[in-house]
C-alpha cells in the first residue's frame, strides 16, 4: 500500500492550493482517508476524511467552510481544496489511510491509520 501526497506550496494569505494524495496497493469498497496538519510547535491533528463507501466527510472546525475534501475513483486519489488560506494554516499535510473503518461516518482518526504518505509542506504567507 502506498500513498503519495501532493499539492503543497507557498501562497499567500487568501490564497487556495489543492493537495493530491494518490492510492495504490489496496482495492477495498471501505477505506476512509483523512488529511492530518502537522504546524510548527503544535501536535499532528486531523483536520478532513472521506469514506470511500458512502462518500461522507468530517472537517474540524479550525477548516470547515474553507476546505473541501473529495476523491475521484477512476483515478484512486484522494483531494484536499484548500480555500481562504491564512498563516494558520502553514504545515505539514499528510494523508492517512483507514483501512479497516468502523461503523458507518468518517472522522480522521490518527490511531487508526494502517498507512501514511509522506507529508506535504504547505507555507502561507505574505
Known amino acids: 500500500v502506498q500513498l503519495q501526497a501532493s499539492g503543497g506550496g507557498l501562497v499567500q494569505p487568501g490564497g487556495s492550493l489543492r493537495l493530491s494524495c494518490a492510492m495504490s496497493?489496496?482495492?477495498?469498497?471501505?477505506?476512509?482517508i483523512g488529511w492530518f496538519q502537522k504546524a510548527p510547535g503544535k501536535e499532528r491533528e486531523g483536520v478532513s476524511c472521506?469514506?470511500?463507501?458512502?462518500?461522507?466527510?468530517y472537517y474540524a472546525d479550525s477548516v470547515k467552510g474553507r476546505f473541501t475534501v473529495s476523491r475521484d475513483n477512476a483515478k484512486n486519489t484522494v483531494y484536499l481544496q484548500m480555500d481562504s488560506l491564512t498563516q494558520e494554516d502553514t504545515a505539514v499535510y499528510y494523508c492517512?489511510?483507514?483501512?479497516?473503518?468502523?461503523?458507518?461516518?468518517?472522522?480522521?482518526?490518527?490511531?487508526?491509520?494502517?498507512?501514511w504518505g509522506k507529508g506535504t509542506l504547505v507555507t502561507v504567507s505574505s
Open positions: 492517512g489511510v483507514d483501512l479497516k473503518p468502523p461503523g458507518y461516518g468518517c472522522y480522521p482518526d490518527q490511531s487508526a491509520v494502517d498507512y
Open positions: 496497493g489496496f482495492t477495498l469498497d471501505d477505506y476512509r
Open positions: 472521506i469514506r470511500s463507501s458512502d462518500g461522507s466527510t
